[in-house]
C-alpha cells in the first residue's frame, strides 16, 4: 500500500508534502500544497471565503484511501494541519451533486471553517480546532448548497434544496436531478441561517419553484446575499436572469440582467468592496459575456468575446479592477481581465493544468480565489484521476 496516500490519522497533526516551482508561461512561484491523496480540495470561487484575513492560511478538504478530512495549510511554506477526523461518510453524491467533497467557506477574521458533512452543517476553528455543530441534521429529504457566512461574521446560512426522490426512497438513481423536478410545483428553496456561535436555525428565506446552491453574502453588508434563483424546468440550464441581491431583513429581491439579450449568468461573485458584483455565461447569439454591475443593477461594464464559448468561473481580485478568469476565454490558463476601460485588457497569471470533466466532477474545476492582501491565488489542478490545490504568488 502507498502509505503516501493514507490519510493522517488524527486532528492536529501536521505534515508538509508541498512542492515548489515556476509557472512555466509566466515564471511566477507556485507551490502545489498537496501532492498525496486522491481528491484535494479548496473553497469554490466566492468573494474572500478561502483564505485568512492576513493570507497566511487556506482551508482544503481532502480524501485519501475513501476517508476525507478538512485541513489548513500555511500558504507560504505548504505546511498542512489536520483540523478534523477522518471520516468515510464525507455525505456528497458525486454523480448528483458534482463531486464528493464538502462544500467550505471561512470567517477570515475569526478564523472559523464551515461545511457541509452528510446532512450536518459544522464548524472548526482554525487555530484552537474548537468544533461546533451548527445544524446536526438537515432531514433526509433535503440537500444543502455552499454554505456563507456574514460580513460580520456573526451568522452562516445554508442553502437547501428537495434531495432526489430515487434517493429519498432508498431506490436506485435512474434518472438526473433536474429531470426528477421538471415540474415547478415539487420545487423549492430554503435559506437556512444559524448563529456561527451556535444556536438555533432559522428559515432566512423561502420561495417555491426555484432552488439555489448559492448565496453568497456581501463581503460588507450582513444584511446582504447574492442569490442565484434557477428556475424549473431549466433550472441552471437557463431561461431567465439568474442573479439577484437579495436583502434579508426585507425579504427584497433586486435582479442583476445582463446587457446581452436572453443573457443567463453561469456565475457570478461579489467584488471585495461590496459594491460590485462580476458575472460571465454563454451569449445566445454564440460566446462568452463577462461584465460588472452595481447593486443596483445597473451594467457598468460588459463585454462579449463571440468566439469563445468554454465553461469557467469568475472571481474576485480585491484591487477591484481585475477578474480572474479559469476558463472563459482559455481552457488552460487564470488570466486577469482589467475592466476599468471600454475595452478589456488580458494578462496571464499562470497555467492551472487541470483536466476538465473527468470523473472527480466539479473536483477538477479550478475554483480560483484570491487572498485579501492580494498576494496569492489559490486554485485546483486535476491530472490522471486526481485533483490538488496550488497557489500561485502574484505579489510581494
Known amino acids: 500500500m502507498d502509505e503516501g496516500k493514507l490519510i493522517i490519522a488524527h486532528k492536529g497533526e501536521t505534515w508538509n508534502e508541498s512542492a515548489a516551482y515556476y509557472d512555466a508561461w509566466t515564471l511566477r512561484p507556485c507551490?502545489?500544497?498537496?501532492?498525496?491523496?486522491?481528491?484535494?480540495?479548496?473553497?469554490?470561487?466566492?468573494?474572500?471565503?478561502?483564505?485568512?484575513?492576513?493570507?497566511?492560511?487556506?482551508?482544503?478538504?481532502?480524501?485519501r484511501e475513501d476517508r476525507g478530512a478538512l485541513c489548513k495549510a500555511h500558504v507560504a511554506s505548504g505546511e498542512i494541519m489536520q483540523l478534523t477526523e477522518a471520516v468515510s461518510d464525507y455525505g456528497f453524491n458525486a454523480e448528483l451533486q458534482g463531486g464528493p467533497y464538502p462544500r467550505i467557506c471561512i470567517a477570515p477574521r475569526s478564523r472559523w471553517a464551515v461545511y457541509t458533512q452528510g446532512r450536518a452543517l459544522l464548524a472548526v476553528?482554525?487555530?484552537?480546532?474548537?468544533?461546533?455543530?451548527?445544524?446536526a441534521d438537515i432531514g433526509a429529504?433535503?440537500?444543502?448548497?455552499?454554505?456563507?457566512?456574514?460580513?460580520?461574521?456573526?451568522?452562516?446560512v445554508v442553502p437547501t434544496a428537495p434531495e432526489h426522490p430515487e434517493i429519498?426512497?432508498?431506490?436506485?438513481?435512474?434518472?438526473?436531478?433536474?429531470?426528477?423536478?421538471?415540474?415547478?410545483?415539487?420545487?423549492?428553496?430554503?435559506?437556512?441561517?444559524?448563529?456561527?456561535?451556535?444556536?438555533?436555525?432559522?428559515?432566512?428565506?423561502?420561495?417555491?419553484?426555484?432552488?439555489?446552491?448559492?448565496?453568497?453574502?456581501?463581503?460588507?453588508?450582513?444584511?446582504?446575499?447574492?442569490?442565484?434563483?434557477?428556475?424549473?424546468?431549466?433550472?441552471?440550464?437557463?431561461?431567465?436572469?439568474?442573479?439577484?441581491?437579495?436583502?434579508?431583513?426585507?425579504?427584497?429581491?433586486?435582479?442583476?440582467?445582463?446587457?446581452i439579450e436572453g443573457g443567463f449568468q453561469v456565475h457570478s461573485c461579489w467584488?471585495?468592496?461590496?459594491?460590485?458584483?462580476?458575472?460571465?455565461?454563454?451569449?445566445?447569439?454564440?460566446?462568452?459575456?463577462?461584465?460588472?454591475t452595481d447593486v443596483e443593477g445597473q451594467v457598468m461594464r460588459e463585454?462579449?468575446?463571440?468566439?469563445?464559448?468554454?465553461?469557467?468561473?469568475?472571481?474576485?481580485?480585491?484591487?477591484?479592477?481585475?477578474?480572474?478568469?479559469?476558463?472563459?476565454l482559455s481552457d488552460n490558463l487564470l488570466q486577469w481581465l482589467d475592466y476599468t476601460d471600454e475595452q478589456p485588457r488580458l494578462e496571464v497569471i499562470a497555467m492551472h493544468n487541470t483536466e476538465w470533466g473527468s470523473l472527480l466532477g466539479q473536483a477538477t474545476h479550478p475554483h480560483p480565489l484570491s487572498d485579501p492582501t492580494e498576494r496569492w491565488i489559490s486554485f485546483t489542478t486535476a491530472q490522471h484521476g486526481r485533483s490538488d490545490v496550488v497557489v500561485v504568488q502574484v505579489g510581494p
Open 31 to 63: 507551490r502545489r500544497i498537496t501532492t498525496r491523496g486522491e481528491i484535494n480540495q479548496a473553497a469554490n470561487y466566492h468573494t474572500n471565503i478561502g483564505f485568512t484575513d492576513d493570507g497566511e492560511f487556506l482551508v482544503f478538504w481532502t480524501k
Open 125 to 135: 476553528h482554525l487555530d484552537t480546532l474548537e468544533e461546533r455543530t451548527l445544524i
Open 141 to 156: 429529504a433535503r440537500q444543502m448548497g455552499y454554505p456563507s457566512i456574514s460580513a460580520d461574521e456573526q451568522y452562516a
Open 168 to 259: 429519498v426512497a432508498g431506490q436506485r438513481v435512474t434518472q438526473g436531478y433536474f429531470d426528477a423536478f421538471r415540474d415547478p410545483a415539487t420545487m423549492d428553496m430554503k435559506l437556512l441561517q444559524v448563529p456561527l456561535a451556535g444556536g438555533a436555525a432559522t428559515v432566512a428565506y423561502a420561495e417555491s419553484g426555484c432552488r439555489t446552491a448559492h448565496c453568497p453574502h456581501s463581503p460588507t453588508d450582513p444584511d446582504c446575499l447574492l442569490l442565484d434563483r434557477d428556475f424549473a424546468p431549466r433550472y441552471w440550464a437557463g431561461q431567465a436572469n439568474r442573479a439577484h441581491i437579495l436583502q434579508l431583513s426585507t425579504r427584497e429581491i433586486t435582479p442583476l440582467p445582463t446587457r
Open 271 to 292: 467584488t471585495f468592496d461590496g459594491q460590485g458584483i462580476l458575472y460571465h455565461g454563454p451569449a445566445p447569439q454564440g460566446g462568452q459575456f463577462i461584465g460588472v
Open 303 to 328: 463585454y462579449h468575446f463571440p468566439d469563445r464559448r468554454f465553461y469557467g468561473h469568475i472571481s474576485a481580485m480585491p484591487d477591484g479592477r481585475r477578474a480572474i478568469l479559469d476558463g472563459d
